[in-house]
């Protein structure tokens, strides 16, 4: 499948994307991506998978995915769709009788027959649906009316009863009656007051101010690919505990947060970095450590 990859492979340069750019934007590894431009099959999935890989690198360059597959048929030597329809269309035609001869009048009067049948009670059918459902939605909305009637013709006024009066009345002489409020008592002595001197509160460090200012409220994914064993560490939000991580050559790591991003790289050119979508290349042109904060 050399001349299927060679084929997605110059496309994809015309567009000027990477193979890094290909992978992420079709959730594959960059080594299926190259496999496939190379035509390496062993380091390849099933066929059954491959195909789907190859439709959608095709549709994603805008390429006639069609065209592409069936390309990769002849290859791999298996049969396409169009040999398909090439082997569908050499089966005999059967020769239909005359449209004015008495056969083929007999042939359609005794299919439309039938069909009208069939329709005529489909349509008689539906009309007795819809006439009872009417009835019954009818039927419904007079028995709502009649309960909501016979409710308003029951209601009787409320009737006081003595205890209730009496209660009331107790309740009236009792506002009317003024409370006396007790006088606060003097306190003889006075009493001391205690001052609490609190420490002073130690300055916190540059690093984390301009972390917290940087982080606070922003949503970040990052992924980052090694392109040599390598260890970072990375701290969400306002955390001041970064997390660490070996990396692995060929690798990748992706990080989200929903409150912002810190990442301390010991290479900066040992990995590859993506925010949000956008490829930003090397952290670093050189091997010195580097931190990033979203």
């Given at each position: 499948?050399?001349?299927?990859?060679?084929?997605?492979?110059?496309?994809?340069?015309?567009?000027?994307?990477?193979?890094?750019?290909?992978?992420?934007?079709?959730?594959?590894?960059?080594?299926?991506?190259n496999?496939?431009?190379?035509?390496?099959?062993?380091?390849?999935?099933?066929?059954?998978?491959?195909?789907?890989?190859?439709?959608?690198?095709?549709?994603?360059?805008?390429?006639?995915?069609?065209?592409?597959?069936?390309?990769?048929?002849?290859?791999?030597?298996?049969?396409?769709?169009?040999?398909?329809?090439?082997?569908?269309?050499?089966?005999?035609?059967?020769?239909?009788?005359?449209?004015?001869?008495?056969?083929?009048?007999?042939?359609?009067?005794?299919?439309?027959?039938?069909?009208?049948?069939?329709?005529?009670?489909?349509?008689?059918?539906?009309?007795?649906?819809?006439?009872?459902?009417?009835?019954?939605?009818?039927?419904?909305?007079?028995?709502?009316?009649?309960?909501?009637?016979?409710?308003?013709?029951?209601?009787?006024?409320?009737h006081?009863?003595?205890?209730?009066?009496?209660?009331?009345?107790?309740?009236?002489?009792?506002?009317?009656?003024?409370?006396?409020?007790?006088?606060?008592?003097?306190?003889?002595?006075?009493?001391?007051?205690?001052v609490?001197?609190?420490?002073?509160?130690?300055?916190?460090?540059?690093?984390?101010?301009?972390?917290?200012?940087?982080?606070?409220?922003?949503?970040?994914?990052?992924?980052?690919?090694?392109?040599?064993?390598?260890?970072?560490?990375?701290?969400?939000?306002?955390?001041?505990?970064?997390?660490?991580?070996?990396?692995?050559?060929?690798?990748l790591?992706?990080?989200k947060?929903?409150?912002?991003?810190?990442?301390?790289i010991?290479?900066?050119?040992?990995?590859?970095?993506?925010?949000?979508?956008?490829?930003?290349?090397?952290a670093?042109?050189?091997?010195?450590?580097?931190?990033?904060?979203?």
């Amino acid at each position: 499948m050399k001349i299927t990859g060679e084929l997605l492979k110059s496309e994809r340069k015309k567009l000027k994307l990477s193979q890094q750019d290909i992978a992420f934007a079709l959730k594959l590894s960059p080594r299926v991506i190259n496999a496939i431009e190379e035509g390496d099959v062993d380091n390849l999935p099933a066929k059954t998978f491959v195909r789907g890989f190859i439709k959608s690198y095709a549709e994603m360059l805008k390429l006639n995915s069609t065209t592409v597959l069936n390309q990769y048929h002849e290859e791999m030597g298996t049969a396409s769709l169009n040999s398909k329809l090439i082997s569908t269309s050499n089966e005999p035609i059967k020769k239909k009788p005359a449209e004015d001869s008495p056969l083929a009048v007999s042939q359609e009067i005794s299919t439309v027959t039938p069909n009208l049948k069939v329709s005529l009670n489909r349509n008689t059918f539906k009309v007795v649906v819809l006439i009872t459902a009417a009835v019954i939605i009818l039927g419904g909305i007079n028995q709502i009316i009649n309960k909501y009637q016979k409710e308003g013709l029951q209601q009787e006024t409320p009737h006081l009863s003595v205890e209730t009066i009496n209660q009331e009345v107790n309740a009236a002489k009792e506002i009317e009656q003024p409370t006396e409020e007790p006088e606060p008592a003097v306190e003889s002595e006075t009493e001391e007051q205690v001052v609490e001197v609190k420490p002073p509160t130690p300055a916190p460090e540059a690093s984390e101010i301009v972390k917290s200012k940087a982080t606070l409220g922003k949503s970040i994914e990052m992924v980052i690919e090694a392109t040599r064993d390598t260890v970072i560490s990375y701290a969400t939000g306002t955390d001041s505990q970064f997390k660490t991580l070996n990396l692995k050559k060929d690798t990748l790591q992706i990080i989200k947060s929903k409150n912002g991003l810190h990442v301390k790289i010991t290479e900066g050119d040992a990995v590859l970095v993506t925010v949000n979508g956008i490829h930003r290349g090397q952290a670093a042109s050189d091997t010195k450590p580097v931190e990033l904060t979203y």
